[in-house]
């Protein structure tokens, strides 16, 4: 079963203009939900000066693969990188 494409709502979390609003109070979306958790790591991406989001699918648990990397969305405060 091939999984739910996320790429949008990564692209929205990138594209949005969060200031010095926390990405995880500034979410549209519920954070623990598929569409949250990407859209914070699409603004992980941007905070951190990294391209953006291309092929987003949810992983193991509470992980995101951005295209070859894996990002873990277990603190919805602070993503990091786990692959």
């Not at 990407?38 to 693969?65: C, E, F, N």
Request: proline share 7%; aromatic share 4%.
């Amino acid at each position: 079963m091939a999984s739910q494409d996320l790429t949008p709502d990564a692209l929205a979390g990138f594209a949005a203009q969060l200031g010095d609003t926390p990405a995880h109070q500034a979410c549209p979306h519920c954070t623990s939900s598929p569409a949250g958790m990407a859209w914070l790591v699409g603004a992980w991406l941007q905070k951190t000066g990294r391209p953006a989001p291309r092929d987003v699918r949810m992983s193991r648990g509470y992980t995101v693969r951005v295209g070859d990397m894996r990002v873990s969305v277990v603190d919805a405060a602070a993503l990091v990188r786990v692959l």
